[in-house]
Structures are given as structure tokens and as C-alpha cells.
């Protein structure tokens, strides 16, 4: 088994910062990705940013020049640094991670997601 585990999220004043952990532990053999994504009220899950296992980074263009995903594979921890927070990043965020567990069977794992209100 696989859990994810996230921390951060909160309540913010437009223009704030937040940040945003994932740390992942159970059997993994191999992290292949790793990213965020989110779903606003009444809005489909969106992604937010990705990590390959080859270090490539994908962010959505909503969020580009002002998140910035940072992660380790060797730790298993992936963060999300959110900064010149908007009204309408409001969301529930969740770590995402595909993986290959030890029984060499690919998994894709979600945290429990985190509660990012950007309000004044």
C-alpha cells in the first residue's frame, strides 16, 4: 500500500503565499511523476503542475511565474510554493504521485487534499 500525506493550505489575502507538502510512504519501488492538482466548487479537477522522473516540469498557464513544484524522489516529498495567491486559485489542492510499487504494478496515488480559500 501506498499513502500520501499532505500538509499546508489555508486561508490567505490575495497577493499572499502558501505552500504546499506531499510526502509519500508505503511500498514504492519507483516514483515515475509527481505533481498537484485542484478542483474548484463546482469546477472539474484541473492540473496544476507536474514533475517527470526525467526532472521535466509542466505548470499550468494560470499559475506560471507564480508556482513553482519542487520535489525529491529520493525523499518521496514533492511542494508546491504558491505565491501572488488570486481569488480564483481558491481551491482544493491534491498531491498526485504515479508510481511502481514493489510488486512492479503501477499505481496512481492521491493525497487527501488541502484547502486553499484566497480571500480578504
Known amino acids: 500500500q501506498v499513502q500520501l500525506v499532505e500538509s499546508g493550505g489555508g486561508l490567505v489575502q490575495p497577493g499572499g503565499s502558501l505552500r504546499l507538502s506531499c510526502a509519500a510512504s508505503?511500498?514504492?519501488?519507483?516514483?515515475?511523476?509527481m505533481g498537484w492538482y485542484r478542483q474548484a466548487p463546482g469546477k472539474q479537477r484541473e492540473l496544476v503542475a507536474t514533475?517527470?522522473?526525467?526532472?521535466?516540469?509542466n505548470y499550468a498557464d494560470s499559475v506560471k511565474g507564480r508556482f513553482t513544484l519542487s520535489g525529491d524522489n529520493a525523499k518521496k516529498t514533492v511542494s508546491l510554493q504558491m505565491n501572488s495567491l488570486k481569488p480564483e486559485d481558491t481551491a482544493v489542492y491534491y498531491c498526485?504521485?504515479?508510481?511502481?510499487?514493489?510488486?512492479?504494478?503501477?499505481?496512481?496515488?492521491w493525497g487527501q487534499g488541502s484547502l486553499v480559500t484566497v480571500s480578504s
Open positions: 508505503g511500498s514504492i519501488f519507483r516514483i515515475n511523476a
Open positions: 498526485n504521485f504515479g508510481l511502481i510499487g514493489t510488486d512492479l504494478r503501477y499505481l496512481e496515488v
Open positions: 514533475l517527470s522522473s526525467g526532472g521535466r516540469t
